[in-house]
């Protein structure tokens, strides 16, 4: 039988329709299974605590769990490949953050390209970091510390918990703008960092705001300033870099990815529920804990961030020369 031509046309235009048909019920529905979301650190940590406060969220809002999944090593490459190779649907997502921007430079034969393979869903908050010395430090000032620097090159010592690590990548980049000589001297971790610097054995560290912010309000360490753009809430008295030095920022970043090629209506719809979450002034209150400041972004804003971080954070790893062991 053959159709008539207003058929045939009604016909073809409602089958070019199913997909975008699809899509949209699909992102409707999702998700219908439990999601994954894979954290490339240790449980207890603040990328996990980040991950699970999210996921709690999601599987409050959504109607499915959203259960956090540790998988450690290689400074966060693990997990990233893992999702990297996970199915592009929404039911894996990965907790990114300033270690993804580092990575890129650091580890120059990776399996994956992180801009091109893992698509961004939303920014979850900036990390403040504190430059802390030694009460008996003889500066009190960001200038005073440089000024000090400059005369007595190679006598100061910064610890960080390990080579690469966001600490190293913030103090190497005071380290240039200033232009001074300052020694690195990496440890395993954040808490053997600060003892040593408690102990006298170096003389400062950029620390993340959790793990400083008692020992600088008890006077067991004194702040210079905050790597952040504008003050810290917590901390108003204490100046910034860029007050002294313009256009320093030295953040770390939280947020969370997806597989490249998960459908736009998953990603747009995951973006309002996190934002969401972050407007929510509990929550605000729980991130403000780890020292995590929330910034809700679209998906394009918080992509055109992550670009940045890459190339900021890769200029100063190939202008240090530094390599992971």
Not at 175 to 190: C, T
Not at 264 to 286: F, G, S, Y
Not at 300 to 310: D, M, R, V, W
Request: net charge positive; charged share 20%.
């Amino acid at each position: 039988m053959k159709l008539p031509r207003r058929h045939f046309v009604r016909l073809a235009v409602a089958a070019a329709a199913l997909p975008a048909v699809s899509r949209v019920a699909g992102a409707q529905t999702y998700p219908t299974q439990p999601v994954r979301i894979i954290v490339g650190f240790g449980a207890g940590g603040a990328p996990d605590v980040v991950g699970r406060l999210i996921g709690q969220w999601l599987s409050e809002r959504l109607g499915q769990p959203f259960i956090v999944e540790n998988r450690p090593g290689a400074t966060g490459n693990i997990a990233t490949e893992a999702v990297v190779r996970a199915a592009p649907d929404g039911s894996t997502l990965l907790v990114v953050g300033t270690w993804n921007a580092n990575n890129a430079a650091l580890y120059p034969n990776l399996g994956f390209d992180f801009m091109r393979d893992i698509a961004p869903v939303a920014s979850i908050g900036n990390v403040p970091y504190v430059m802390v010395v030694d009460p008996s430090f003889p500066a009190k000032t960001v200038p005073e510390l440089v000024a000090y620097a400059k005369a007595n090159p190679g006598k100061l010592s910064m610890a960080s918990p390990g080579i690469g690590t966001t600490p190293h990548l913030v103090g190497e980049l005071f380290r240039f703008m200033a232009g001074v000589d300052i020694v690195h001297v990496p440890y395993r971790s954040s808490a053997a960092a600060l003892t040593d610097l408690l102990g006298g054995q170096v003389q400062m560290t950029f620390g993340p705001l959790p793990s400083t912010i008692e020992y600088i309000r008890t006077g067991k360490l004194r702040a210079l300033a905050v790597t952040t753009e504008t003050r810290l809430k917590l901390l108003p008295e204490i100046p910034t870099v860029a007050e002294f030095m313009p256009g320093y920022e030295g953040s770390g970043r939280y947020g969370i990815g997806a597989p490249k090629n998960t459908p736009v209506e998953i990603i747009d719809k995951l973006n309002r529920e996190i934002n969401a979450c972050l407007a929510d002034p509990k929550m605000q209150a729980r991130f403000a804990d780890l020292g995590v400041e929330a910034t809700p972004m679209t998906p394009a804003q918080f992509g055109k961030l992550i670009a940045a971080e890459t190339e900021k954070w890769g200029k100063v790893i190939r202008a240090a020369n530094i390599k992971v062991e």
